[in-house]
């Protein structure tokens, strides 16, 4: 029952990740394609959290750890390339 | 339907990734496209080596409480190709690091980032 | 049989974000695809059994040298990047 | 025991859930500050949901699982800010359905200071 479950939530979470990435090949501008990069890791934290589960390892919650703390800094970098002046 | 394993699926995609890379590297006309599909023949690359070690049925080699600390040698992958990829990921940030170097160096000296100006280092 | 799915849904992914890479109009279009191919690439590395070269590929690959290329194309600046 | 993992299990889902709906708000949305509001907090409530059902799973864990949310929490509408004021110096244009603009209006009067 629980295992049901937890399939259905990463299936949905993996759909939620191919519809970001419709968007980033359609965007019209690059903050667009940006915003999608910025969906995607976000939403892959989430995938890795439910493969730790079902590996039964908590180690792999370090990798999840790994992208909440240094995703962000990639894009404020991009967004101040935008602004014009790194 | 028995070749459908992880192994063999991280392998074709590692191989693919190679090809388009290398397919891009020797097409592309501008220098920092380039270097972006360097980048992607890098990755292709490491997928191949990670992809060699895995075996099925074992679990990654960190020793924590669900493992024990006997047999351990029957319970691991081999860790040995994933330290070479390790250190492997750290210098291809390193060459991509110069190759952009001599981009940028390129580009201020004649103002232009296509590789058909330069004829002169040609022989 | 469910990890089977995800990892070939993963891997057409990557395919298709590194053909992306190459056909983009704009240098920074391809420079966060090859960004998406190193994220994906390490979701891959978790599922076959190598946590510690994932934890480096989330750090470096997606992370580093898009900063790197960025710092470079922010010193360009010309129209088609 | 089985209740808990059920409890657990279905935070997970909701958590999903809300994954699901902000990224179909990242494709449905009309302009770029629509869609940015969509793909951040929905995310970042659907990922938040998400990690604190695996700790409610496994209680071994929730110490980890408390972290990354503290992280995420802190990270993600930073990352999100910036990109926002960035689209908004570039000059992308808002929906036609917009009836007030603030920054628009304080950058004007800090010009008209300076004056």
């Known amino acids: 029952m629980v295992e049901i479950i937890l399939y259905i939530a990463g299936g949905l979470i993996l759909l939620g990740m191919l519809t970001a990435l419709w968007r980033f090949v359609e965007g019209p501008s690059s903050a667009d394609r940006i915003m999608a990069f910025d969906a995607m890791t976000v939403t892959s934290i989430a995938l890795i959290a439910?493969?730790?589960?079902?590996?039964?390892?908590?180690?792999?919650?370090?990798v999840a750890l790994v992208y909440g703390l240094l995703s962000f800094t990639g894009v404020i970098v991009i967004a101040r390339f935008l602004e014009k002046g790194l | 339907m028995e070749y459908l394993t992880l192994q063999n699926i991280g392998l074709v995609t590692g191989f693919l990734l190679i090809l388009i890379g290398l397919y891009g590297a020797l097409t592309q006309k501008n220098i920092l496209r380039i270097i972006v599909a360097f980048t992607i023949f890098d990755a292709g690359l490491n997928l191949v080596i990670v992809a060699l070690s895995y075996i099925k049925g074992r679990v990654a080699p960190i020793i924590d409480q669900t493992t024990g600390i006997t047999n351990l040698s029957e319970k691991f992958v081999d860790p040995v190709p994933q330290a070479l990829v390790l250190t492997s990921i750290v210098i291809g940030v390193g060459v991509t690091g110069v190759m952009l170097t001599f981009a940028l160096r390129m580009f201020k000296t004649r103002q232009s980032l296509d590789i058909n100006d330069f004829k002169e280092t040609k022989w | 049989m469910v990890v089977i799915i995800l990892t070939i849904v993963l891997g057409l992914v990557m395919i298709s974000m590194a053909v992306t890479?190459?056909?983009a109009q704009r240098v920074r279009a391809a420079v966060l695809a090859s960004g998406i191919v190193s994220l994906i690439a390490s979701i891959i590395y978790l599922l076959l059994a190598a946590p510690d070269v994932a934890m480096t590929e989330a750090a470096i690959g997606s992370g580093l040298t898009t900063i790197i290329f960025f710092y470079v194309l922010n010193k360009i600046r010309r129209s088609d990047v | 025991m089985e209740i808990r993992m059920l409890i657990g299990s279905i935070v997970t889902l909701i958590g999903a859930i809300f994954i699901f709906l902000g990224a179909l708000g990242i494709v449905r949305m009309p302009d770029l500050y629509n869609r940015l509001q969509s793909g951040t907090k929905a995310s970042t409530l659907g990922t938040i949901l998400s990690i604190a059902g695996i700790g409610i799973i496994n209680p071994a864990w929730a110490g980890k699982a408390f972290i990354i949310i503290s992280f995420v929490m802190m990270t993600n509408p930073v990352s999100s800010h910036t990109l926002?004021?960035?689209a908004h110096h570039l000059g992308i244009p808002l929906s036609k359905k917009t009836v007030i603009?603030?920054?628009k209006e304080a950058e004007a009067n800090e010009k008209k200071e300076e004056q």
């Open chain 1, 50 to 62: 439910l493969i730790a589960f079902f590996n039964n390892r908590i180690i792999y919650l370090d």
């Open chain 3, 21 to 23: 890479a190459l056909t």
């Open chain 4, 84 to 86: 926002a004021r960035g």
């Open chain 4, 101 to 103: 603009d603030k920054l």
